[in-house]
């Protein structure tokens, strides 16, 4: 069983589709990106999943359950929806207490959430004037209030500076890394480089796809290795001669494919020529999905660049 | 930092814990304490203007005059409910204007639970309060009467607490109270939006009140009887006159009732269907 399992999911505001017969699982231990543009039903998602709507059909469920169905919800499941959703005249401490009072944890659980987003010096600060980071990390903190195994992040970088941005990353990561699952919507693919393991890609409440980062990157990446070397026709004709497509793009600069970074070394070394860089090409998450759901998806001909 | 042990007790985001963190939420926020401060400021600023500025014709203590001298004193708690109303109205509805109602639900996904327990919690709070406001501005009230005349030597004979009619006026002035709560609190459940719920319970209960000038008698007896305020407050009332056409005390606390239940029961039937 999946930490949280979404099957047949459809939700329609009046006439409009925002969720289209999903379907897809997210798994602990990783932190699952949930990628799509602006619109693409990412938001509904989420608050079908925690049972904020109503589904038209099909269901989700959380550690084997309906969300509605849990007995205290806080400690089966943390969610970040809307960070700013607080009463700005209520201080940050009180805010995070009512919420422990809800599912009965202990007040001094309260202080330590946040300790761990660092917030504790702004504890008594009411939430009114608190910037859209430090909003974030209460939101954050009362995600954690219940210290639990599943944690649902709508946009959780959405306008931050670069510090808070990196903060999320880290923490996002250290929380997957600590078994727990981890599903943070994004409608930047790269926001979520170097963080998701796993990808859910909707468009226009569909799934486009669901892959493992390691499993874009490989489909996607061609091998190419760019080598410079000032005995360029030289370098050239060896590594052509060993089997290698190779490219000039520039006066001391080519790209091969078709062989592997340690036997172009090996190959240049053994004919006694000079090489000063040699690197693979790694594709961006971006260009990795771009070229994955290239010619699949109808949805990309209408809206290029599901991501920019 | 040591960890507290969050899993492993065994809990359940029930009633008891709705009701908790209801009241937490309730006292912390400056709205409440401020609403609540007008809401006894006004009524006993009202009842000493009403009472004080009154006089009484002079009669004697063999001849006695027919002013209510209960509901006279009482008359303050009219205009300082407003603010009561005011508070309920907010208490609901901004979770919904701030969003933090999605919040609410997450923590606690057994809405009707979730909206009991803010009813509980709010009519109680102006429950209590009004009881004491009540008994403050019959206090206040009967001392400035009093020395307007309004005493044994006037026909007036002195009117405590202990009097039957006078405790059931007080108290009963302070369970409209509660029930003015729960029904703007229940109204601000069902619109969801603040202007909106705001002008609809100050509309039912001033709206009538301002009609009245308008109606034919027949209608506007009618209305002056039935309305909020005019059912609610009969329980002021502790003499009766030949020309009174208010509802009886009880059967108009009764009404009053009515009017609190219907737009709450409305919102616990909706809540559970409609999108947070």
């Known amino acids: 069983m999946s930490a949280i399992e979404i099957h047949g999911l459809t939700k329609r505001y009046g006439r409009t589709i925002a969720v289209d017969d999903l379907s897809f699982s997210v798994e602990s231990g990783r932190v699952t990106g949930f990628v799509g543009p602006n619109g693409a039903g990412k938001s509904t998602t989420m608050r079908l999943l925690l049972g904020l709507d109503a589904a038209d059909a099909g269901d989700a469920h959380v550690s084997g359950k309906r969300y509605r169905d849990l007995s205290a919800p806080l400690r089966e499941v943390g969610a970040l929806l809307d960070a700013g959703a607080t009463h700005p005249g209520r201080r940050a401490r009180n805010h995070l207490l009512w919420l422990a009072r809800s599912n009965r944890i202990p007040a001094a659980r309260v202080d330590e959430v946040l300790d761990l987003v660092g917030l504790a010096a702004v504890a008594r600060k009411r939430t009114g004037g608190f910037s859209l980071g430090m909003e974030q990390r209460l939101g954050i903190a009362a995600a954690m209030l219940g210290d639990p195994p599943v944690l649902v992040f709508d946009e959780p970088v959405n306008g931050l500076d670069p510090d808070g941005i990196r903060w999320i990353r880290t923490f996002l990561r250290s929380l997957a890394d600590e078994g727990r699952t981890v599903l943070v919507s994004s409608h930047l693919m790269s926001e979520l480089e170097g963080v998701a393991d796993e990808l859910v890609v909707i468009g226009r409440g569909r799934l486009i796809a669901q892959a493992s980062v390691a499993e874009l990157r490989s489909a996607s990446s061609d091998g190419r290795v760019h080598v410079r070397t000032p005995q360029l026709t030289e370098v050239m004709a060896a590594l052509a001669a060993a089997g290698g497509v190779v490219t000039s793009t520039g006066s001391d600069a080519l790209v091969v494919s078709g062989l592997e970074p340690d036997r172009i070394a090996q190959i240049v070394a053994e004919s006694g020529l000079r090489l000063d860089e040699l690197y693979r090409e790694r594709a961006s998450l971006e260009d990795a999905f771009i070229e994955l759901t290239r010619d699949a998806v109808e949805y990309a001909a209408e809206r290029p660049g599901v991501g920019s | ?276």
């Open chain 2, 1 to 276: 930092m040591s960890v507290t042990a969050v899993t492993g007790v065994v809990s359940r985001a029930g009633a008891l814990q709705a009701l908790r963190s209801e009241w937490v939420k309730l006292r912390t926020v400056r709205s409440t304490a401020w609403s609540l401060l007008v809401f006894v400021g006004i009524s006993i600023l009202f009842t000493s203007l009403l009472t004080s500025g009154s006089s009484t014709e002079g009669g004697s203590p063999g001849h006695g005059g027919d002013n209510d001298i209960v509901l006279d004193s009482l008359a303050g708690v009219w205009f300082g409910a407003i603010a009561a109303a005011v508070l309920a109205v907010l208490v609901i509805t901004s979770e919904y204007s701030t969003g933090m109602i999605r919040t609410t639900l997450l923590a606690n996904p057994r809405r009707r639970t979730v909206l009991a327990a803010k009813t509980v919690i709010v009519g109680g709070v102006v429950l209590v309060l009004g009881l004491a406001t009540s008994a403050a501005c019959f206090q206040i009230g009967q001392w400035f009467l009093r020395g307007n005349g309004f005493n044994y030597d006037g026909g007036y004979p002195a009117v405590t607490l202990a009097d039957h009619e006078a405790l059931r006026a007080v108290l009963g002035t302070g369970v409209y109270l509660g029930l003015l709560a729960v029904f703007a609190l229940g109204v601000g459940a069902v619109l969801r939006h603040t202007a909106g719920a705001i002008t609809v319970v100050l509309a039912a209960l001033l709206a009538p009140v301002i009609a009245l000038n308008f109606l034919p008698d027949s209608i506007a007896d009618w209305v002056e009887r039935y309305c909020l305020m005019g059912a609610g407050l009969a329980i002021q009332q502790t003499v009766v006159r030949d020309d009174s056409i208010a509802l009886s005390p009880e059967r108009g606390l009764l009404v009053a009732a009515v009017y609190a239940a219907v737009p709450l029961l409305v919102a616990l039937w909706l809540i559970g269907r409609r999108d947070a």
